[in-house]
């Protein structure tokens, strides 16, 4: 199926990110929300995202003016009676994102294609409230969405083939990299950042360094930037949905660190509201130091830091989510590097595992077991290898050929 229209609903960063990308590859689009100045918010994000192009001379304020003349607001129904795609964008409510898209099939074409942009709500479940669950679809962007490559395509239980190919082919169009995921809590980039970005937080709740000093060893490391000023940009209320979401899946080594509840309830949510782990407006929201302190002062121990406690659970997820069968080693690797930036020449998370040596992550995850918890307890399949000799690059064999 071609798509001619689409409309994006919630007008947030993410949904204004989207519509903008849509916007881009040349076709018409709405965007809505429930009040109209959410959707004026919206529209002048799209808007901005294109000056910041034409500022860089990258395009032309007549070319912006008609990039910006495809996207239309709207706060109603008005206009879906042709639209192709719906891709909601709207907050982590399943019951909310359920009846949204019941409404929608009232009014939507018949073939409409019903798809979110939930970063971990079971899409079988969003799927089950609806008639025809064989249209609804997971289609994941990364945040910045004009930016990030990856677009993961996610199936439910009842979702057809035809609509898993079209999201493809829509996502390519959309000059994305689309990566077939099987469903389950996080989905496959959530599921592995998430450990690696809670392992910092846990980190400087302990005291083992600073905030500073815990993203400028990432950053070192290749990352784009570090666990904490990416948990920032993400937003600390959304990361915590999502860290609740993987406990709820995965149990204990899924546990979220204390200080993403205390910034949560101190209501420094990140980059968006002025305050995170880091500020960034004048008027100040508490301090980050105190909140540290009080969970020290509540039995935190005092731990060391490594580069490696950070990165080996990101690691140690992708195989177990190998394991299971989330995704192929090829696909685990490009998803990280097109959705979080992971660094190239490091060629993904199983790609650098090999280059370490599988039996030099199994010893260091192993001693982080024992130093720091069970958290970083190593998936099976990684013991399985090392004992059949796949030790990475340096043998041949690991989780690719060489
Ligand atoms: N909107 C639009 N464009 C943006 C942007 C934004 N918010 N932020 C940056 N850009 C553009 C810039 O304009 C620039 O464009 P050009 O190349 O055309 O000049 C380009 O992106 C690079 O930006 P910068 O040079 O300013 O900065 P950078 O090189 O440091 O890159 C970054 C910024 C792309 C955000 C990079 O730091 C990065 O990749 N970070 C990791 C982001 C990540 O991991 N995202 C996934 C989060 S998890 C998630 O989203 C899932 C979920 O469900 C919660």
New binding site residues.
Partial sequence: MYIYKAAVIGAG??GA?IA?VITYSGLPVILRDVTQEAVDKGLATVR??YQ??VD?G?MTATELEQKMALVSGATDDTGFSDVDIVIEAIYEDLEAKQKLFQTLEKVCPEGCIFAS????LPISAIASATQKPEKVIGM?????????KLVEVVPGLGTSEETIDDIVLFSESLRKIPIRVQECAGFL??RL?MPYLNEAAIALQEGAASAKEIDAALVKLG???GPLT?FD???ID??VK?ADILHDAYGTRATAARILRELDQADRHGLKNGAGFYDYADEKKGDLESLIQKIQAEGAKKTEFSSNRIIMPMINEAVISLQEGVASAKDIDIAMMA???FPQDKGGPLHYADQIGLDVVLSELESLCEKLGDRFWPAPMLKRMVQGGYLGKKSGKGFFQY
């Fill in positions: 960063t993410m990110g903008q901005k995202i910041g192009r860089k990258k942009n939930t970063s971990s994941h962007f990364f945040n910045p969405a004009p930016v990030m980039v959530n950042l990352m784009p930037m990416l940009m993400v937003g959304v990361s999502v959705g979080t930036g």
